[in-house]
């Protein structure tokens, strides 16, 4: 019972566009996708935390033909990483706005900076990343 309602919240949260994780109230760990329970620590009581919708891209893996979401190709150019939050959780996560070509380029400059990207699919909103390139400009402006 607990367990759905943490998945109700979770995705009550993403139809407002927001993005919520629990945090451990013994070490602060968060656990994201949310769960009640501390991964860290073992501690049993969590609470309720919104994440930023800010963080970084560790890791580009390109779409093979295999593993590629049609859906997800009509948005845009994507690739499937790790990405971490500002709040200091990993997670894999699928990110747009990397093209082969930029992927090349970018993998060499991990992590880069990425936000929340909300979208409608299949009747949920559901959450994306998207590389920040407007970020990526200010951190290194004579960069072309
Ligand atoms: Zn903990």
């Known amino acids: 019972m607990k367990i759905e309602r943490v998945v ?3 995705y009550d949260g993403l139809a407002e566009h927001k ?3 629990r945090r451990c109230k013994e070490c602060g760990a968060i656990e994201y996708p949310p ?7 073992g501690y049993h009581e969590t609470e309720w935390v919104e994440l930023s919708g800010r963080g970084k891209l560790h890791s580009i893996i390109l779409p093979a033909t295999l593993n590629a979401d049609p859906w997800n190709a009509k948005i845009g150019p994507y690739c499937y990483g790790i990405v971490e ?16 070509k930029k ?3 970018w993998r060499n400059q991990l ?3 990425v ?3 909300f979208a409608e699919k ?7 990343w998207q590389v920040d390139e407007d970020a990526m400009q200010e951190a290194a402006p004579d960069r072309k």
Do not use: M, Q, W
């Open 35 to 41: 769960r009640y329970a501390c991964n860290t620590c």
């Open 115 to 117: 936000h929340a990207l």
């Open 122 to 128: 299949d009747g949920f909103t559901t959450l994306f």
């Open 103 to 105: 992927a090349k380029e």
């Open 8 to 10: 109700k919240k979770f």
């Open 85 to 100: 939050a500002e709040e200091g959780v990993k997670f894999n996560a699928t990110v747009f706005g990397v093209s082969r």
């Open 111 to 113: 992590p880069l900076p």
């Open 19 to 21: 993005i919520y994780a």
